[in-house]
């Protein structure tokens, strides 16, 4: 187990992170650009500092950069010295984006040093205040490598999720992951956002808003979300929402032209052909058995097994996982 780790940011996601593995007996130190949430922190039992260099300092295995990805290249620019002189430190992320995170650090200087990873969990909230540990109760998280990740720092990573907070994994290269955040969290920002905004600017709107129940409140939990951040995230994987939204737009046209013409096959055909995802969510996941990690060719090998809907939920050795399969 790793068993001392630097948090960067002590808002919802950071926050909740120092917390979690706080209680499951990791040494956590943490650095935020305000103080505010210390006394809070530091009351729970986790040590904050003043500066970065303090936080490279204390000697953390693990690095989690949990700052909004605006503030990453000044961060990672402060890093770089800091780094440089503790290579044993391995650097990660939380961010919904890993292409990108994977450009600033390696501007930066800090590749080496490097391993991506997007914990999936998170809510509308925002801060300190909203941190809970419970957050990341059965939370899947994807770990981004490329060519020149170690297979060490890769390890210390995924022990981290799996034996430090208790998670499960998948392994994925930084393309493969945005475009599926892509299409299952930022597009759907966007279009629970205009779901909204369609509200917002219906004359009835005080009665339709006064009718939403269950399914209205479930497709646009995430509209709640502050509007900046959510611009944020969305903006950072333009390319691929972009590709999305447009395919969208296209189904949704075709729906409307079959209402229009009272195409009852098609309509037919649009509700029904989701029936594997439905399945899939009535489905529960099963034992997967083990998987030998190669030496050789460990990226790929770790790729195709998410692709089989595999994900690593233990380490019997260096080598060797235990995963759980849950898959269309």
């Given at each position: 187990m790793v068993e001392q780790v630097g948090i960067i940011g002590l808002g919802l996601i950071g926050g909740s992170l120092a917390r979690r593995l706080n209680e499951r007996g990791i040494d956590v130190t943490a650095w935020n650009h305000r103080p505010h949430p210390y006394a809070a922190a530091c009351a729970e039992g986790i040590r904050c500092v003043d500066t970065l260099r303090e936080l490279v300092a204390a000697g953390p295995q693990v690095l989690v950069l949990c700052n909004p990805l605006k503030a990453?290249?000044?961060?990672?620019?402060?890093?770089?010295?800091?780094?440089?002189?503790?290579?044993?430190i391995t650097l990660t992320d939380v961010g919904s984006v890993k292409g990108m995170v994977r450009e600033q650090v390696e501007q930066a200087g800090l590749g080496e040093w490097y391993v991506g990873a997007h914990p999936m969990a998170g809510n509308e909230l925002s801060g300190w205040t909203a941190a809970d540990p419970s957050l990341y109760d059965g939370a899947l998280w994807a770990i981004t490598v490329d060519a020149n990740t170690a297979y060490e720092r890769f390890l210390a990573v995924a022990e981290l999720i799996v034996e430090d907070c208790g998670n499960r994994l998948i392994v994925l290269d930084d393309a493969t992951h945005d475009r599926a955040a892509g299409l299952i969290s930022h597009m759907p920002h966007v279009v629970a956002t205009s779901l909204i905004n369609e509200l917002v600017g219906n004359r009835d709107r005080n009665i339709a808003a006064a009718l939403a129940a269950g399914s209205w409140r479930d497709m646009t939990r995430v509209a709640l979300t502050d509007p900046n951040r959510t611009r944020a995230m969305v903006e950072e994987d333009r390319v691929n929402v972009e590709h999305l939204l447009r395919s969208m737009a296209e189904r949704l046209t075709a729906v409307a032209d079959e209402l229009r013409d009272g195409d009852a096959d098609a309509l037919g055909d649009f509700f029904t052909e989701g029936q594997p995802f439905r399945d899939y969510k009535a489905a529960k996941g099963q034992d997967g058995g083990e998987l030998a990690i190669p030496e050789h060719g460990w990226r790929q090998a770790l790729l195709e097994s998410a692709r089989r809907g595999e994900a690593i939920i233990g380490f019997i050795d260096e080598h060797t996982v235990r995963l759980r399969v849950h898959a269309m």
């Open positions: 990453m290249p000044a961060i990672l620019d402060e890093l770089q010295p800091l780094l440089a002189a503790h290579p044993e």
